[in-house]
Each structure stands twice: as structure tokens, then as C-alpha cells.
């Protein structure tokens, strides 16, 4: 049995736990075997109902008063423990910095090897996996051998497909917990925003050094307004002040992977390419045809975002009467 443990928040599967089973449907039937879940802090007949459209059989749930809120220990914990009683044959999560910090606790408990962001696994008495390392900018091809592979899929290595829709079953799982395991854990949650969120908004109005300033980010707010969408933006900006890092898009800011990003005086280095790099469609504007983000985008506009983006604006309303 492949074990698909399940990131959840505010009562919902998060878009990687989706994207997760849907990477378990297929590794479980490259396995022969059954994809099962586990559910840890939850026992919720939405959720269970929600992993059973993406393909789990039966989803085992572990509530305990130490769960109920987030915490890498007692996560880690349980994990062991459905590992040392449910004996599956492979244990897989998001590759979320979540997923990967509580497979990554299991895995120190368990004395187990953990690989972590694959894209593709292929089983065997040795799997063969590749994986992503350096913030998506290489492919890492690695073997495993272990009692019980535990790895995660890498974000957006798959997109979320809701399978056969069967209903699964829900299974109450015993959990042994004390209060070591309560060493981290959330205690407390600050909202910051409503609405669509960077990293799964459907259109970014990406802006970078060529903005020019905190000021010029007005007209690409406007613009993501209209078309329902988020602002990012460069390394370069959020070091000049200009903007907040959780705008931030690269490898050391926050994935994306809209239906379309468009990227205004963004030159493109590969450490915001590897962030951008998911996007359906990418339109840059740019005053340099050779920009690495030209060069890689599905379409260009050459020319002053100063001038460009108000020119889209006044279209998009245009067209919306
Ligand atoms: C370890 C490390 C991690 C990093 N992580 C990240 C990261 O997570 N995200 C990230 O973004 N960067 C990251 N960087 C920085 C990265 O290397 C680049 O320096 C940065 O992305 C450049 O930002 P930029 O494209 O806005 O600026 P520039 O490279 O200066 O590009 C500005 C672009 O704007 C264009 N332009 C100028 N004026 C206009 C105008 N009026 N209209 C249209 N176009 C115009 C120019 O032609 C140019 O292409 C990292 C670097 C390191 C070393």
C-alpha cells in the first residue's frame, strides 16, 4: 500500500495534498499496490470525501489533543507510527516546506532515508527517482533502497486531477502522543490578506527593477486588479524596499504557476526564472529584446512598461465595457 500523507489547512486539502494523490495515483498502480491517506489533526468527512475524488481507498485519520493545530514533532511522530503499524510500502507527501519538514522529522524517527521534491519515482528492490534541487534549476537523478521509501513530490511536478471520484473509507488511527512532541507547534494565526494569493493566483503582474520605483507598482496593482490577479515581483525590488519579500517570486521567494505571468522589467536571472518558471504563459515586457524573460516568454512586447501596461489597462476595460 502507498500511504499519502495529507497537508491540510483551514479545513481544506492545500492544492500540493491534491497534487500529492494525484502523483500517488500513478506510482501506486507503477507499485500494484493500493493508495491509501492519512489524515493527522482532522477527522472531517469533507476532507476524507476530498482525498477519495483524487483515488484514496481508505483514509486514516489521528486526532489526539496535542494535534490540534500544526507541528512538526508530533506530525513526525505520527507518522512513525502508521509506518510501524500500518506497514506500508511507500510513504509519500507534498513537497511543501511543510511536507518535506514532517516526512523529514518521520524519517529521523524512523533511522529512514527521505528524498525530498521528486518530479518522477519508479519503484523497485532499488527505486529510481529524479528529483529537483537548487530551487528547480537542476534535475537530480538519485537511487534509493530502504525498508519503506518515504519521499515527496515536488510542487506542481504534477497538476491536481481529481480521479475515479470512489467514496474511501475513514479508519480512526490510535496515536500515542506526549508532550515532547509539543516542542514547536502553531499557536497562533495572524490573517494578512483575503483573496487570491501569490502562489496560486491565476494571472501575476510581475514587476522588477524596470518599474523604477515603489510608486510605479500603481499601475501593475491596477492592472492584477482588473484581471483578478496578484502583484510579484524581482529580488532586486524587494531589496530596494520597494516591496514586501512575500511578493517576492524565485528561489528565494515563492513559487508561481499562473495561467499567465506577465513580466514587466524583469530581466529574467535564473534565480526568479526558477520561481516563474511553472507559468501556463508568460508575456514580458521589456526595453531589451535580449532579456533572458524575452527570449523565454510564449510572447514580448519590446517597449516602456510605463507606456505598455496603461495601454493594456485601457484595453481590458475597453473590453469589459
Ligand atoms: C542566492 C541568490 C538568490 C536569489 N533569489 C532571487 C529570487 O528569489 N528572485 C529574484 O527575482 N531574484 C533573485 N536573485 C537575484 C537575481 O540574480 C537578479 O539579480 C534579480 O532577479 C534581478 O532583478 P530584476 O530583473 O528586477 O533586475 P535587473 O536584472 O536589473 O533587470 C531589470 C530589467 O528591466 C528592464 N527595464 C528597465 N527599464 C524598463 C522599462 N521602463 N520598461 C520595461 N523594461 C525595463 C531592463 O531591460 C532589465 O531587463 C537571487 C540572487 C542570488 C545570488
Known amino acids: 500500500m502507498l500511504l499519502v500523507i495529507l497537508e491540510h ?3 481544506q ?6 497534487e500529492a494523490l494525484t502523483f500517488g495515483r500513478v506510482l501506486a498502480e507503477k507499485m500494484g499496490e493500493d493508495l491509501e491517506a492519512a489524515l493527522i489533526g482532522r477527522d472531517d468527512d469533507d476532507l476524507v470525501e476530498a482525498a477519495g475524488q483524487y483515488g484514496a481507498e481508505t483514509v486514516h485519520t489521528a486526532t489526539h489533543d496535542l494535534l490540534t493545530d500544526y507541528g512538526p514533532d508530533a506530525y513526525g511522530s505520527v507518522i512513525a507510527q502508521m509506518v510501524e503499524s500500518l506497514d506500508p510500502d511507500a510513504v509519500l507527501s507534498c513537497g511543501s516546506d511543510r511536507g518535506n519538514e514532517f516526512m523529514a522529522n518521520a524519517a529521523a524517527r ?11 519515482a519508479n519503484p ?14 537542476l534535475l537530480e537523478d538519485a537511487t534509493l533502497t530502504a525498508d519503506v521509501p518515504l519521499l515527496t513530490c ?4 504534477v497538476a ?27 499557536k497562533d494565526r495572524v490573517v494578512q490578506e483575503a483573496g487570491v494569493t501569490l502562489p496560486t493566483a491565476p494571472v501575476v503582474v510581475g514587476g522588477g527593477r524596470g518599474v523604477g520605483s515603489e510608486d510605479g507598482f500603481g499601475q501593475l496593482e491596477e492592472l492584477a486588479a482588473l484581471l483578478g490577479g496578484r502583484v510579484g515581483c524581482s ?51 521589456n526595453t531589451d529584446k535580449e532579456a533572458n524573460m524575452v527570449t523565454k516568454a510564449d510572447w514580448a512586447v519590446i517597449g516602456d512598461l510605463h507606456e505598455v501596461i496603461p495601454a493594456i489597462i485601457a484595453e481590458v476595460q475597453s473590453r469589459k465595457g
Open 160 to 186: 491536481a486531477e481529481i480521479g475515479d471520484e470512489e467514496d474511501a473509507d475513514a479508519e480512526e488511527f490510535d496515536v500515542d502522543l506526549d508532550e515532547s512532541v509539543t516542542i514547536t507547534m502553531v
Open 235 to 285: 529580488r532586486a525590488v524587494t531589496n530596494l524596499g520597494w516591496r514586501p519579500h512575500a511578493d517576492q517570486v524565485g528561489q528565494t521567494g515563492t513559487r508561481i504557476a499562473p495561467e499567465i505571468y506577465i513580466a514587466s522589467g524583469i530581466s529574467g536571472a535564473i534565480q526568479h526564472w526558477v520561481g516563474a518558471m511553472a507559468s501556463k504563459h508568460i508575456l514580458a515586457i
Open 9 to 11: 489547512e483551514n479545513g
Open 124 to 137: 523497485g528492490d532499488t527505486w529510481e527517482m529524479t528529483r529537483v534541487q537548487w530551487g528547480g534549476s
Open 13 to 18: 486539502l492545500v492544492e500540493a495534498a491534491r
Open 110 to 120: 524512523l533511522d529512514a532515508p527521505f528524498v525530498a521534491n521528486c518530479t518522477d
Open 154 to 157: 515536488g510542487l506542481h511536478a
